[in-house]
Nanobody
Framework: QVQLVESGGGLVQPGGSLRLSCVASGFTFSNYGMTWARQAPGKGPEWVCSVASSGELTRCADPVKGRFTISRDNAKNLLYLQMSSLNPEDTARYYC????????????RGQGTQVTVSS
């Protein structure tokens, strides 16, 4: 049974930073590309960043490029999202999802962790 559990969200001031984590179980983590996505109230899911199974290739959406970094630790089945220069438009529930940028929508995902950027 695939399980993805996110943590690390919270309330942060504009310009601040957060690091999200996602622990994976129930599948061979190192065989899968992984994705962070987010969903703001009243909006659909939005792709944020993806990382290849090996961790060597990463991609991020234009709104977060240069501010967010995705990484993974295959030895520990962990996925990370380092977020900096946060702004109120980044407020959303952040999910980790099994799959890369073209497949995550149809894959498993966690319950998410809330990130709120506000002064």
């Amino acid at each position: 049974q695939v399980q993805l559990v996110e943590s690390g969200g919270g309330l942060v001031q504009p310009g601040g930073s957060l690091r999200l984590s996602c622990v994976a179980s129930g599948f061979t983590f190192s065989n899968y590309g992984m994705t962070w996505a987010r969903q703001a109230p009243g909006k659909g899911p939005e792709w944020v960043c993806s990382v290849a199974s090996s961790g060597e290739l990463t991609r991020c959406a234009d709104p977060v490029k240069g501010r967010f970094t995705i990484s993974r630790d295959n030895a520990k089945n962990l996925l990370y999202l380092q977020m900096s220069s946060l702004n109120p438009e980044d407020t959303a529930r952040y999910y980790c999802a099994q799959g890369g940028s073209s497949t995550w929508k149809s894959g498993n995902r966690g319950q998410g962790t809330q990130v709120t950027v506000s002064s």
